[in-house]
């Protein structure tokens, strides 16, 4: 039974670029949400997919962005990329968007921008 | 809003010994509480949780927390820490939106765990 699993593991981007990042939940699962966890801190809620919908935002910029395709899979777009965006973004995965469903974390990709 | 506190960067114990790692959280409601560990290039593995009932919660790997209202805490404690559980543990609370259609995890700091031989 597959885990969240996220891609690329590692990126390297320049300021100003875009980049797209992307998750398969946990077998099972319909509900993605991503995080950031910037270097020595707590990871720092992006948003939240559920049934192809965004269901809740942290205190991010429109420049991030997000989709959730029909097989629950689900993309992090991010534009106009700043030296602060470097960061190992989450996955995260969950039965339903009740807070007693627990989350399951992919192992992250690590973005480094220059 | 709510928040969570891990005074503790970092804890050092010998393999062998207890271990106590702190949290202190802020939240009007009942609060919803977790503990994550991860490992160096890992994703975060959930530890316990306490949603409601008896305040002491048992988790995996032999870890325990124990939910104290008036202290507004959420402390993991282990008997006995082996080596394997040198890494990064994250105190967090749920928030669940009133809409009930989605909620968020807010995280601590960390604290990192060192266990020497």
């Known amino acids: 039974d597959a885990g969240v699993t996220q891609s690329p593991t590692h990126l390297i981007k320049t300021r100003g670029q875009q980049v797209t990042l992307r998750c398969s939940p946990k077998?099972?699962?319909?509900?993605v949400s991503w995080y950031q966890q910037a270097l020595g801190q707590g990871p720092q809620f992006i948003f939240q997919?559920?049934?192809?919908?965004?269901?809740q935002r942290g205190n991010f910029p429109d420049r991030f962005s997000g989709h959730q395709f029909p097989n629950y899979s689900s993309e992090l777009n991010v534009n106009a990329l700043l030296l602060g965006d470097s960061a190992l973004y989450l996955c995260?995965?969950?039965?339903?968007?009740?807070?007693?469903?627990?989350?399951?974390f992919g192992n992250g990709t690590r973005l480094t921008v220059t | 809003a709510q928040s969570v506190t891990q005074p503790d960067i970092h804890i050092t114990v010998s393999e062998g010994a207890s271990l106590e790692l702190r949290c202190n959280y802020s939240?009007?409601?009942?609060?919803?509480l977790f503990w994550y560990v991860q490992s160096p290039g890992q994703g975060l593995q959930l530890l316990l949780k306490?949603?409601?009932?008896?305040?002491l919660v048992q988790g995996i790997k032999g870890f325990e927390a124990e939910f104290k209202r008036s202290q507004s805490s959420f402390n993991l404690r282990k008997p006995s820490v082996h080596w394997s559980d040198a890494a990064e543990y994250f105190c967090a609370v749920g928030v669940s939106i009133s809409s009930g259609s989605a909620r968020q995890l807010t995280f601590g700091s960390g604290t990192q765990l060192t266990v020497l031989p």
């Open positions: 939240y009007g409601a009942t609060p919803y």
């Open positions: 995260a995965s969950s039965l339903g968007s009740s807070v007693y469903s627990p989350l399951h």
């Open positions: 077998s099972g699962h319909d509900t």
């Open positions: 997919y559920y049934e192809e919908e965004e269901r």
């Open positions: 306490y949603f409601s009932g008896d305040t």
